[in-house]
C-alpha cells in the first residue's frame, strides 16, 4: 500500500518554528507533486505550500509568503515545510499530500491522489 506519514507538529509560543516531515512508504514517489494544506474546525482544507517532483516550481499561499519554505529530498521520499515566524492563525491540522498528474493544479486539494493522517500545529499567544 501507499502510505503519507506526516510528523514534527506539536505546541509551539507565537514567533517560534517547527518543521514538519512527510515520508511516503508503500512505493516510490518518483515525479509525483508534493504539497502541504491545514485545516481547522468549521472551514475548508486550505492550500499551504506545494512543490514540483524537481523542485523546478514553488508555490506558497499569500498567508505564509516569507515565514513557510517547502522543500524535497527525492532519495528519501520526503518532503518537509519549514515554519518560521508562527502565528496564532497558523493553528490548524496540517496534512501532506501527493499528486502524479503533471497537469495537475496544485493548489487545488481535489487534484492530490495521496494524502497523509495530518498533524496538530498549535500556536500560542
Known amino acids: 500500500q501507499v502510505e503519507l506519514v506526516e510528523s514534527g507538529g506539536g505546541l509551539v509560543q507565537a514567533g517560534g518554528s517547527l518543521r514538519l516531515s512527510c515520508a511516503a512508504s508503500?512505493?516510490?514517489?518518483?515525479?509525483?507533486?508534493m504539497a502541504w494544506f491545514r485545516q481547522v474546525p468549521g472551514n475548508e482544507r486550505e492550500f499551504v505550500a506545494a512543490?514540483?517532483?524537481?523542485?523546478?516550481?514553488?508555490y506558497y499561499a499569500d498567508s505564509v509568503k516569507g515565514r513557510f519554505t517547502i522543500s524535497r529530498d527525492n532519495a528519501k521520499n520526503t518532503v518537509y515545510l519549514q515554519m518560521n515566524s508562527l502565528k496564532p492563525e497558523d493553528t490548524a491540522v496540517y496534512y501532506c499530500?501527493?499528486?502524479?498528474?503533471?497537469?495537475?493544479?496544485?493548489?487545488?486539494?481535489?487534484?492530490?491522489?495521496?494524502w497523509g493522517q495530518g498533524t496538530q500545529v498549535t500556536v500560542s499567544s
Open positions: 499530500a501527493a499528486s502524479r498528474n503533471p497537469r495537475a493544479v496544485l493548489v487545488v486539494a481535489s487534484w492530490y491522489e495521496y
Open positions: 508503500g512505493r516510490s514517489f518518483n515525479g509525483y507533486a
Open positions: 512543490i514540483t517532483w524537481s523542485s523546478s516550481r514553488i
